[in-house]
Every structure is written in structure tokens, then in C-alpha cells.
């Protein structure tokens, strides 16, 4: 199993561009959730999906889009790149088997400048 | 709503020397705790977890937390730290009704020194 992926590594966008940062996961896990992470402030939660067609807001939830059409692919878009966005981004997968055992996976992140 | 702070952003520490790293959240509901730690340039590893049962809990590389439910803290320690041992240290929790939402801490980078 490859666990969670995320392309890109890396990213450097203008403001105003758009771009879709990517996460898979193939351990047929339903929960899928993306997070931000930021210095001296933790990670925080953008989006998340209990599953495939279901998805809603986090606690930073504005200038992202989720969607969720496979249980692997759990995509993250930023509409219009601001500066504010510049952060680390990791998505992280977890099942809901084993209730109360929900361990998070999480991918190696993405890290994203924007100018 | 829950929250988890943990009080030193940093820990410097000699190799070999025991280290306790802390936790303390607040929360209305009954939470699950974890601490995950971040190598440079990685993402996150589960180091251990508290789910329900013995308050001490054993994880990875010789870590251990306590849940103490009185003082709502879950303090990370190990007795003898290692160079390799150095890295970001996180703090979480979730509801047990939505485990997949979980909050961080802030973080403790621990620095082990020679």
C-alpha cells in the first residue's frame, strides 16, 4: 500500500491563480480530511468527507473547495490564490471501521507560496 | 467546542536525559487524545493514542502519556531521549462521535542536544 499520496511536493503560485492540490489514499478508508498547517499555530481542519459525496467545512474552510467522487480521491482547489494561503497542506485518511480506532494517515503535504 | 494547548513551543534537552512534553485540553465532551510527531520535512506519525481504559499509555520509540482526567491533560515523557528523538511534537484530540475531526496543539519542537 502506498498510504496517502499528495502531489505537489512543492508549489509557488501568483495571487488570483487557481490550482487543485491532489490526495489519494488506497486504503479504502471513508474518511478523508484536509488540513493546513501553519508556524506556532498547529494544523488546522479546511475540509473533511465521511464519504464519497459528502463533504463540509472545517474550522479555515474559506478559499478552499472540496469534492469528493471516489472514495480514493479527495481533491483540494483554491479558486483564486491569496498570500494568506501560503502554508503546508496535508491530507489524511482514516477508517470508519473500528469504531473509536480511527487513527488518522496522514500524506507528506504539500508545501504552497503564493506571491 | 475543544481546544489543546501545549504550553512550551520548545524543549531543549541533552541526549540521554528523561523529557516530558505538555498537554492540557478543554472540552464539554468525552475526547479521544493523540500525539503525533513530525520528523523535518515529513508529515505526521501517530505516536500513541488514548482511546478508553488505563490512563498510561505506551507508544513508539519508548514514548508514553498519561491521561489525567482531573487536571484534562496528556503529557508525553520518555526517560532517556535519543538524537533521533528530535523533532515537532503534537498535541491532539477529537469527539468520540466524529474521530476524524481532530484539533491540534501548537506544537513542541524538542531539540536533543550531545
Known amino acids: 500500500n502506498a498510504g496517502v499520496t499528495q502531489t505537489p511536493k512543492f508549489q509557488v503560485l501568483k495571487t488570483g491563480q487557481s490550482m487543485t492540490l491532489q490526495c489519494a489514499q488506497d486504503m479504502n478508508h471513508e474518511y478523508m480530511s484536509w488540513y493546513r498547517q501553519d508556524p506556532g499555530m498547529g494544523l488546522r481542519l479546511i475540509h473533511y468527507s465521511v464519504g464519497a459525496g459528502i463533504t463540509d467545512q472545517g474550522e479555515v474552510p474559506n478559499g478552499y473547495n472540496v469534492s469528493r467522487s471516489t472514495t480514493e480521491d479527495f481533491p483540494l482547489r483554491l479558486l483564486s490564490a491569496a498570500p494568506s494561503q501560503t502554508s503546508v497542506y496535508f491530507c489524511?485518511?482514516?477508517?470508519?471501521?473500528?469504531?473509536?480506532?480511527?487513527?488518522?494517515?496522514f500524506g507528506p503535504g504539500t508545501r504552497l507560496t503564493v506571491l | 467546542a475543544q481546544s489543546v494547548t501545549q504550553l512550551d513551543s520548545q524543549v531543549p534537552v541533552f541526549e540521554e536525559a528523561p523529557v516530558e512534553l505538555r498537554c492540557n485540553y478543554s472540552?464539554?465532551?468525552?475526547?479521544?487524545l493523540f500525539w503525533y510527531v513530525q520528523y523535518p520535512n515529513q508529515g505526521l506519525q501517530l505516536l500513541l493514542k488514548?482511546?478508553?481504559?488505563?490512563?498510561l499509555v505506551k507508544g513508539i520509540n519508548g514514548f508514553e502519556a498519561e491521561f489525567n482526567k482531573s487536571q484534562t491533560s496528556f503529557h508525553l515523557r520518555k526517560p532517556s531521549v535519543h538524537i533521533s528523538d528530535t523533532a515537532e511534537y503534537f498535541c491532539?484530540?477529537?469527539?468520540?462521535?466524529?474521530?476524524?475531526?481532530?484539533?491540534f496543539g501548537s506544537g513542541t519542537r524538542l531539540l536533543v542536544r550531545p
Open positions: 489524511a485518511s482514516s477508517s470508519r471501521r473500528g469504531a473509536g480506532d480511527n487513527e488518522q494517515f
Open positions: 472540552s464539554s465532551v468525552s475526547v479521544y
Open positions: 491532539a484530540v477529537s469527539r468520540m462521535d466524529s474521530s476524524y475531526k481532530l484539533i
Open positions: 488514548y482511546l478508553s481504559g488505563s490512563t
